[in-house]
């Protein structure tokens, strides 16, 4: 699947302004515009009495609906809850995919609202940047299993499977009682699909997120091609007002694959936010266990400052790549560019796929940014045979979910490529049996070079993907019982701990197989020395093909500077030799045109 990056702009492109529903903070002048810079150049923060403002408008037009037990939650950009305000009490929720599936999430009735609420919120802070605006309605358009939702005979959702990241029990996030303000933090329920979750926008930039559960149902929308008049999301539209995201970035404002994303159904509320009381009244901010300690509303955190886990990097291995990195409560690098625990990579190899793969980010076309011809923005990291992280850098604007995912990635590519079937654990072995015998082919063997792309195409509900007539890859679950909420190995790794660290301060990590889970859609790949696995690098922040490319250029490109051995696999080994009946993997696929500095380089990762 191919993210083209289309944009379809409306009228002139301004990076802020906008009329109603798009005042991104409605401090700002109409010919302004934030590209990826205004958070480090201005750092900026939801103050308590904002957030008492976004809250009190919501709870407004909660009121105005009719909604009697409501519960609304505001995050700042890397997951601080900065408040959790509930109408009516305590309530919970149910999680159905609308599709008659039972297994996996599905069915959950026992889960407290306000997880539900936080993990809109982080969701719609989690993939929104300076240069798009995406909300939970967004998400569910990118992971299901056709994208278009609906349209038979088409792929799976560009982010197919993303819904199972930034966990609470990932170890690259913070918890609340081990970082502090510091993110950035998990997520109760991983990312949202389910509409009621914005960003939060001042000056042009991401401040946070709103989240909002009010009809007692976590789900998602299986037919977009309707309009749907949904109270979660029009309470949460009413929480944005002053703070909503700029027209011009929005999701509506983006195309995939020739298909516009969707941001909102509707925003015709029944109450006047401008009429909403300083503070909310009708209900009562709460503690959350896990999540906030007190129950009273607290600032959020400036992003991009050492504050808020990210800040400039400081090591002088990136001089003049404007690279950024996540750091502890001293203000150190969490994860310096070290060499292997395995012995397999020196500091020096991992230093430079880190500095190759963003210059490569740094003259990449971005995709899924706006205005056009933006730079992309992305995480990267990479891990040696144990799983360890050797190092991670990132670009200044990078949404922030790619932080969890880029790890993902890189432990994905780099545990199937050294030996899946053995390191899966007994209680999935059905899936090693399937994957050994797929179609009379062992596509997990030993020796067999997996990148995220060809992991992804054989945990799709259809193989080929999008070819409905067909059933599953070995890694998924059949289509009858396959959902977003059961979609196979990659929840069914996690499961147990995801369920078990909802509402707790989490005490391990997510999975034996990889400590903060599986990731299936494309933008890792394995590192070789010769036929020798010695790790994975994993990319993750502008689009499938976008990140594939950074990745894929940055090793070879730090590979042929260094001379030491280390590569891509070989050719051979790759499993995209693989052709389970006609099903040919895919190992890597690169955008049209990608740099911004060489309008007619085109195919670059060919060849290599």
């Known amino acids: 699947m191919r993210l083209i990056g289309v944009l379809l702009l409306i009228g002139i492109l301004t990076g802020c302004g906008g009329g109603s529903g798009g005042d991104g903070g409605g401090t700002i002048g109409a010919s302004s515009g934030c590209t990826g810079g205004c958070a480090a150049a201005t750092p900026t923060n939801l ?216 941001f909102t159904d509707s925003e015709t509320l029944a109450s006047n936010p401008a009429a909403a009381p300083a503070t909310p009244v009708g209900g009562a901010f709460i503690a959350v266990t896990g999540y906030k300690a007190a129950a009273g509303p607290i600032d959020g955190t400036a992003f991009d400052t050492a504050a808020s886990g990210y800040a400039a990097d400081s090591s002088g291995n990136f001089t003049g790549l404007n690279a950024y990195t996540i750091v502890n409560g001293a203000g150190t690098n969490r994860y310096p560019a070290i060499a292997g625990t395995d012995g397999l990579l020196t500091q020096v190899e991992v230093t430079r796929i880190l500095a190759e793969a963003i210059r490569i980010a740094n ?24 799983g360890a992280i050797l190092g991670l850098i990132r670009t200044p604007d990078a949404p922030v979910f790619g932080t969890d995912v880029a790890v993902q990635k890189a432990r994905t590519a780099m545990f199937f490529s050294r030996n899946a079937a053995t390191d899966i654990p007994v209680a999935q072995s059905a899936y090693v049996t399937a994957a050994q015998s797929f179609n009379g082919v062992n596509t997990i063997a030993s020796g067999i070079a997996h990148s995220n792309r060809s992991v992804g195409n054989l945990a799709r509900p259809f193989f080929p993907d999008g070819i409905d007539a067909n059933g599953p890859g070995p890694l998924s679950k059949a289509f009858a019982s396959w959902s977003p909420f059961a979609d196979g190995l990659q929840l069914d790794l996690i499961q147990t701990k995801l369920v078990s660290n909802i509402g707790v301060v989490p005490t391990s990590s997510c999975s034996t197989v990889s400590a903060n889970g599986i990731q299936i859609f494309p933008g890792g790949f394995p590192i070789y020395r010769g036929g020798t696995l010695v790790g994975g690098i994993g990319v993750s922040g502008d689009g499938i093909d976008q990140d594939d490319m950074v990745a894929f250029l940055g090793l070879a490109n730090a590979g042929t500077a260094l001379g030491t051995g280390i590569a891509h696999a070989p050719l051979g080994s790759r499993a995209d030799q693989l052709n389970p009946s006609g099903g040919q993997l895919r190992y890597v696929n690169c955008p049209l045109a990608p740099f911004l500095d060489d309008p007619t380089a085109t195919n670059v990762c060919d060849g290599i």
Do not use: M
């Not at 992305?378 to 045979?385: G, P, Q, R």
């Open 47 to 262: 103050t308590v009495a904002e957030v008492n403002r976004v809250v009190s408008q919501a709870v407004q037009e909660a009121q105005a609906r009719g909604a009697t037990h409501v519960t609304i939650a505001v995050v700042d950009r890397v997951g601080n809850v900065l408040g959790v305000y509930q109408v009516g009490g305590a309530s919970t929720f149910t999680i159905t995919s609308g599709r008659g599936v039972t297994g996996g999430l599905e069915g959950v009735n026992t889960v407290a609202s306000e997880y539900a609420a936080i993990s809109k919120a982080i969701t719609g802070a989690y993939l929104s940047s300076e240069g798009n605006a995406f909300s939970t309605r967004t998400a569910s358009q990118i992971v299901q299993e056709h994208f278009n939702p609906g349209q038979s005979n088409a792929p799976g959702g560009p982010l197919f499977g993303v819904q199972f990241s930034s966990l609470s029990c990932s170890d690259v996030a913070w918890s609340l009682t081990s970082g502090g303000s510091r993110g950035p933090h998990g997520s109760p329920l991983g990312l949202s699909a389910d509409a009621g979750g914005l960003p939060l926008y001042k000056n042009g930039t991401v401040v946070g997120g709103i989240g909002v559960i009010a009809d007692g149902t976590y789900s998602l929308d299986l037919n977009i091609q309707d309009t749907d008049t949904d109270s979660d999301e029009l309470i949460a539209v009413a929480g944005t007002s002053g703070f909503s995201a700029p027209n011009a970035r929005r999701a509506d404002r983006i195309t995939v694959d020739g298909r516009t994303l969707r």
């Open 363 to 386: 003259r990449a076309r971005a995709q899924i940014r706006l205005p056009l011809d933006s730079q992309a923005q992305v995480t990267i990291s990479v891990v040696d045979t144990n």
